[in-house]
Nanobody
Framework: VQLQASGGGLVQAGGSLRLSCAAS????????MGWFRQAPGKEREFVAA????????YYADSVKGRFTISRDNAKNTVYLQMNSLKPEDTAVYYC????????????????WGQGTQVTVSS
């Protein structure tokens, strides 16, 4: 099983980034997918999730209206479009796969990627 996150980088406040997470080694279309982030000195927090069947999405209040999660089951890839970025969005972003459905709780997820750094300068 592999989840390869990419697309992070350095961006100015107000800018945009699109994260991708390419999955392999499991039936991607049957898993809920989520994005989490962890800033230095802080606990990991939920960002967004999308379920496997109907593409239902969930967002943390802090990113609602700015971030959009989507998935392409044909490409085994989940995306996180991040707009209007703020310095407080700076963190390592992780994608994760949930066999049961989707959850806002990290411990519910079965597989995790290695993370990609997002840095937003003021």
């Amino acid at each position: 099983v592999q989840l390869q996150a990419s697309g992070g980088g350095l961006v100015q406040a107000g800018g945009s980034l699109r994260l991708s997470c390419a999955a392999s080694g499991f039936i991607f279309s049957s898993y809920g997918m989520g994005w989490f982030r962890q800033a230095p000195g802080k606990e990991r927090e939920f960002v967004a999730a999308i379920n496997w069947r109907f593409g239902r999405t969930y967002y943390a209040d802090s990113v609602k209206g700015r971030f959009t999660i989507s998935r392409d089951n044909a490409k085994n890839t989940v995306y996180l479009q991040m707009n209007s970025l703020k310095p407080e969005d700076t963190a390592v972003y992780y994608c994760a796969a949930d066999r049961a459905s989707i959850s806002t709780t990290g411990s519910d997820y079965d597989y995790w990627g290695q993370g990609t750094q997002v840095t937003v300068s003021s």
